[in-house]
């Protein structure tokens, strides 16, 4: 027998970023206090904070734990749950919505949160970048470079034109030389490593054509150089998955891969910078994995 729902809401924690969206802060909350009201709602105070209520959450035998905010929100809820059995919710309210898309939940957060209500579930590969939980994509490289140069300000009120601008402005200083080591590639050099749990990164875009988050691997593509000609090349051919044919373009399957400096340097600023699911997550040598179908989702 389903149980009804206010007892089943006792069961939800709904991990709320304040900061995303902000002009549409209070509406959220508001309508939260009344879609969500037997539900425990907890607000983030800074980067890093959803983790640690996270953590909490599951100790204290929450159920279901719901990520309110974009991809680094849902990041650091993962940071929190991960090896668990907690199935995670999404309430879609970044600017991206990376991992949304990738499981096909309504883009509109009040639809999402019905979804959630209805209780289906699907579990999920987890991937990993030096231990730490990856929900849908990271970057070595150029991405990521360009990630640290946007601020959470201009990030918050110019949406993907700030990820452009900041794109424009990399390309115009030379990027470090990366090692990319796999056992079905050997040995690559390379300006710019992206990995992936599902099809789609940066947007609607399905930049992992054969991208799975059910079949254990990480899809990766390797980009040996890198121009505005090169970019301009890939951006108009996202929408069929053509950019994978482009010379100096490596696109396979694996599910084990280190990034490193390709040459050794005392400058830190020579490591390889990494994002995880769009946030900035430092520099250095980066070791890649994933663990299969090893996180509960709601669907």
């Given at each position: 027998?389903?149980?009804?729902?206010?007892?089943?809401?006792?069961?939800y924690?709904?991990?709320?970023?304040?900061?995303?969206?902000?002009?549409?802060?209070?509406?959220?909350?508001?309508?939260?206090?009344?879609?969500?009201r037997?539900?425990?709602?907890?607000?983030?105070e800074?980067?890093?904070?959803?983790?640690?209520?996270?953590?909490?959450?599951?100790?204290?035998?929450?159920k279901?734990?719901?990520?309110?905010?974009?991809?680094?929100t849902?990041?650091e809820?993962?940071?929190?749950?991960?090896?668990?059995?907690?199935?995670?919710?999404?309430l879609?309210?970044?600017t991206?919505?990376v991992?949304?898309?990738?499981?096909a939940?309504p883009?509109?957060?009040?639809?999402?949160?019905?979804?959630?209500?209805?209780?289906?579930?699907?579990?999920?590969?987890?991937?990993?970048?030096?231990?730490?939980?990856?929900?849908?994509?990271?970057?070595v490289?150029?991405?990521?470079?360009?990630?640290?140069?946007?601020?959470?300000?201009?990030?918050?009120?110019?949406g993907?034109?700030?990820?452009?601008?900041?794109?424009w402005r990399?390309?115009?200083?030379?990027?470090?030389?990366?090692t990319?080591?796999?056992?079905?590639?050997?040995t690559?050099?390379?300006?710019?490593?992206?990995?992936?749990l599902?099809?789609?990164?940066g947007?609607?875009?399905?930049?992992?054509?054969?991208?799975?988050?059910?079949?254990?691997?990480?899809?990766?593509?390797?980009?040996?150089?890198?121009?505005a000609?090169k970019i301009?090349?890939?951006?108009?051919?996202?929408?069929?998955?053509?950019?994978?044919?482009?010379?100096?373009?490596?696109?396979?399957?694996?599910?084990?891969?280190v990034?490193?400096?390709?040459?050794l340097?005392?400058?830190?600023?020579?490591?390889p910078?990494?994002?995880v699911?769009?946030?900035?997550?430092?520099?250095?040598?980066v070791?890649?994995?994933?663990?299969?179908?090893?996180?509960?989702v709601?669907?």
């Amino acid at each position: 027998m389903k149980r009804g729902k206010a007892n089943l809401l006792k069961d939800y924690c709904i991990i709320l970023n304040p900061a995303a969206r902000t002009a549409r802060q209070k509406q959220v909350a508001a309508r939260l206090a009344t879609l969500a009201r037997e539900a425990c709602v907890r607000l983030t105070e800074a980067p890093g904070h959803a983790t640690e209520l996270a953590k909490i959450a599951v100790a204290q035998g929450f159920k279901t734990i719901v990520a309110g905010g974009g991809d680094g929100t849902v990041n650091e809820v993962l940071r929190g749950i991960a090896g668990s059995q907690v199935r995670l919710g999404v309430l879609p309210l970044g600017t991206m919505n990376v991992f949304a898309r990738e499981l096909a939940l309504p883009l509109n957060w009040e639809a999402a949160w019905e979804r959630i209500l209805r209780g289906d579930s699907r579990w999920v590969d987890v991937g990993w970048a030096n231990g730490e939980p990856i929900a849908q994509l990271a970057g070595v490289g150029f991405d990521a470079e360009v990630v640290e140069s946007v601020s959470a300000r201009c990030k918050l009120y110019a949406g993907p034109l700030a990820y452009l601008g900041a794109a424009w402005r990399r390309l115009r200083r030379p990027l470090p030389r990366l090692t990319v080591e796999a056992a079905e590639i050997g040995t690559r050099s390379a300006v710019w490593v992206l990995v992936g749990l599902g099809r789609y990164y940066g947007g609607p875009f399905p930049v992992f054509s054969r991208g799975s988050n059910i079949d254990g691997l990480l899809d990766v593509i390797v980009v040996e150089s890198f121009d505005a000609r090169k970019i301009l090349g890939i951006l108009a051919r996202l929408s069929w998955a053509g950019h994978t044919r482009l010379p100096g373009i490596t696109y396979f399957q694996t599910s084990k891969l280190v990034v490193r400096s390709h040459a050794l340097s005392p400058s830190l600023m020579e490591e390889p910078a990494l994002e995880v699911d769009g946030e900035w997550r430092g520099r250095g040598p980066v070791e890649f994995g994933v663990t299969p179908r090893s996180l509960c989702v709601a669907v």
